[in-house]
């Protein structure tokens, strides 16, 4: 049996070393990794986990390019990255072709850290 974890986290290794420390803090819990794509292929590895989709999240409308461009650094036949969009870009429409145009699978939102509600328009 192949298993595929569709909700991971990983960040640019320049990042994680003071993001999984904040997210901590915030989420009041201890993460189980480093926050790093090599802390996440290990764990794969020890789990059976053949992929993983890794869901990134753009908490500001300027964090899209250096998360697509990472995303697209990252994507093989183990890692999934999605790239994301903040709700409150002014090109955010824009934003969603180049994912798509980018051949990404998807793109992350998220309604806590990106501070809109799942009905609003």
Not at 49 to 71: E, G, M, Y
């Amino acid at each position: 049996m192949q298993y595929i974890d569709f909700h991971t986290h990983a960040f640019p290794d320049e990042l994680a070393a003071t993001t999984i420390p904040a997210l901590e803090k915030i989420g009041n819990v201890k993460a189980a990794l480093n926050g790093s794509s090599a802390d996440l292929l290990r764990s794969m590895d020890r789990a059976n986990i053949k992929q993983s989709v890794i869901c990134s999240i753009a908490t500001r409308p300027n964090h899209f390019t250096a998360i697509l461009d990472w995303s697209l650094t990252l994507a093989n036949d183990r890692l999934i990255p999605l790239a994301s969009v903040h709700p409150d870009s002014a090109h955010v429409v824009k934003e969603v072709a180049q994912i798509k145009e980018a051949g990404l699978a998807g793109l992350k939102l998220h309604p806590f850290y990106q501070d809109f509600y799942l009905d609003e328009e």
